[in-house]
């Protein structure tokens, strides 16, 4: 049997980097969290070695089987084939991660007050969003997207309902910028992927990775991540990355 693999993205990295930065500093220790879309798990299992226990749920069967291969032996850590939508509203957590995912679903204002009715009170939510609807290329299309976001339109989106806003980064410029041009050439070098599966995919390496995905790392990458810093307040970058408490 192959064994499971998985290569973070640098975009994943940069994000990966940043949000654990924040929960570090505004969510208390051991929380309870829940991860929507969990991609390959990795983002929760780094939480749990970090002293918090949670949930990752996805209903993509590729992502389910990719997260309980790579995260087998790892302790306070459910994994759910389920959406969103179906949880029970019984269930609260203190923290809920939500990394590219809204742009995916048709009915976003539902996922956001979804979200509020199981996050506990003083809880908080980081969500993740392609920004800048001029930067919609063949990679949103590859990779299932239905949209992306405006700074405004998802602040308004959040505040409407009733989720105050902590901290708004427009993350990764100027580097994660550059790499849309690196993208559109990997796209064309795998043309053959079915897009009708994008969204079951979006973050399982839907194209493959040449040896700089895997140069590009943690370290490698870190001080790339540290001068981008300057730029969160400026509207500059193609991804956003939003913290909220209730």
Known sequence: MKKARWIPY???IFRKTIALELIKKYVPPKSRFLEI???AGDFSRSLVKSGFGG???DYSKESHTLIKELSKGVKNLQIEKNNLFQLDKKEEYDLIIMFEVLEHLEQDKQAIKKIYSILKSGGYALISVPAKKRLWDSWDEMAGHIKRYEKKELIDLLESQKLEIIKF???GFPFINAMK????YLIKK???IDKRM???KSGLNIVKIPIIGILLNNWTLYPFIQFSKIFFSFDLAEGY???VKK
Do not use: D, E, Q, V
């Not at 041009?181 to 559109?184: A, L, S």
């Open 169 to 171: 980064y427009s993350y």
């Open 10 to 12: 640098p975009r994943y």
């Open 190 to 192: 795998n043309n053959a």
């Open 198 to 200: 994008a969204t079951k």
């Open 55 to 57: 949930k990752i749920i």
């Open 181 to 184: 041009f690196f993208r559109k």
């Open 241 to 243: 990355l939003c913290l």
């Open 37 to 39: 879309g969990g991609g």
